[in-house]
């Protein structure tokens, strides 16, 4: 079976990918700095699936490092990318890093890639580089606008550097995935998302707040233009996402694949709001959540959800898990990780 480098492969969607390729039989090598994640999410895959798969520590802004790689590797017939810096207030105060990290990352992987037969990749890419949306659901067609943050902004050009890329190479093909809010953990709870220091994200810091590490969540505005007041998301389940990734890896890997370039929106096609996760939490777990509302965050779009008609008629995939689903597999992983050892 094909052999799939994973970069970013021990973070959070990076993980649950490994583990359905693994699931459908496809070899892993997984390519992570551990700068977002940790060698312990290895024997979680492992004791999901039985096989480890292989793993390199490596910083993909070090060329040669990346060079050498593909050097000793050179039957990788896939690359799914996940390796990059996802903060949109960090990227706000260090643009620079950003740039260096995400950018410089992606064209030392192409560059490593290029001299391979044939190459097919896979773009982790974000809702964000859609901006605030003049219409919604949003499809692929959508104006890119300018993006609002220097995270959003490397994602657009990344996009860009690999159509690019597309335009000149007869034996490269591409599809950008573009995510809108994952969120959950694997049903074992032997993996799922692991925010370093203070969860920026809605998700996580929920679960902290309700298992007792985080004091009160702050709701960033409830005088939004939406029914409750709270911004509306569309929240995906890491597993669906994770196994869009494959399907879109599988449709590289077909011979009789035509288009080298494509874009698809990852969601569930439902927006919801702040309040409605919080709901949802409370109704999975049984508990009350201690939460105030706080002034809006900026940077927040209103609404965003996706239009998915296009992954689901051309992929064949459909999310298939609820945000109940996806709530209790987040709690479920939070009280694992902060069960005291
Ligand atoms: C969701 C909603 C907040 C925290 C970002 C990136 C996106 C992707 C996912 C990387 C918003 C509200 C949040 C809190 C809150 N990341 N909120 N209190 O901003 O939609 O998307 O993360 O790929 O690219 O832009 O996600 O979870 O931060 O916020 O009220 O403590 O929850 O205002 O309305 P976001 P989020």
């Known amino acids: 079976m094909a052999k799939i480098l994973v970069t970013g492969g021990l973070g959070f969607i990076g993980s649950h990918t490994v583990v359905e390729l ?3 039989g ?3 090598v997984i390519i992570d700095n551990l ?5 312990a999410v290895l024997d979680g895959i492992k004791a999901i699936t039985g096989i480890k798969p292989d793993f390199e520590n490596i910083d993909l802004k070090d060329k040669s490092l990346v060079q050498s790689f593909f050097n000793k590797h050179k039957n990788i ?3 799914i990318h996940f390796a990059a810096s996802k903060a949109v207030g960090e990227s706000v105060q260090e643009p620079l890093m950003y740039y260096e990290n995400n950018i410089n990352s992606l064209i030392y992987l192409l560059q490593g890639y290029a001299p391979l037969e044939s190459q097919n990749f ?4 974000s809702c964000t580089v859609y ?3 003049d219409q919604l659901p949003i499809n692929e067609d959508a104006l890119i606008k300018p993006a609002i943050s220097p995270y959003g902004n490397t994602k657009q050009i990344g996009e860009e550097i690999i159509q690019d890329v597309c ?3 007869t034996n490269f093909n591409a599809i950008s995935l573009r995510y809108f809010n994952p969120i959950g953990a694997h049903e074992s709870a032997l993996i799922g998302e692991l925010p370093l220091g203070v969860p920026q994200n809605l998700v996580p810091f929920i679960t902290q707040t309700a298992i007792g590490k985080r004091n009160q969540l702050a709701v960033f505005g409830d005088d939004y233009p939406t029914p409750d007041g709270t911004c509306i998301r569309d929240y995906i389940h890491v597993v669906d996402l994770a196994q869009a990734h494959v399907i879109a890896l599988s449709r590289l890997l077909d011979k009789n694949h035509k288009n080298n370039f494509e874009v698809f929106n990852l969601g569930t096609g439902t927006g919801s709001s702040v309040l409605e996760v919080i709901h949802s939490f409370e109704r999975v777990s049984g508990k009350k959540l201690n939460y105030r509302i706080a002034e809006r965050r900026a940077g927040d779009v209103v609404s965003v959800f996706a239009d998915t008609k296009k992954a689901n008629l051309e992929l064949g ?3 298939k898990l609820t945000l109940d689903d996806a709530m209790r597999s987040a709690w479920k992983w939070e009280q694992k990780i902060s069960k005291p050892s």
């Open 22 to 24: 693994q699931k459908k």
């Open 26 to 28: 496809f070899e892993v």
């Open 35 to 39: 700068s977002n994640s940790s060698l």
């Open 77 to 79: 017939q896939g690359i």
């Open 122 to 125: 896979i773009f982790s890419s």
């Open 131 to 133: 901006g605030e949306p």
């Open 167 to 169: 335009k000149v190479s």
């Open 317 to 319: 995939w459909k999310a």
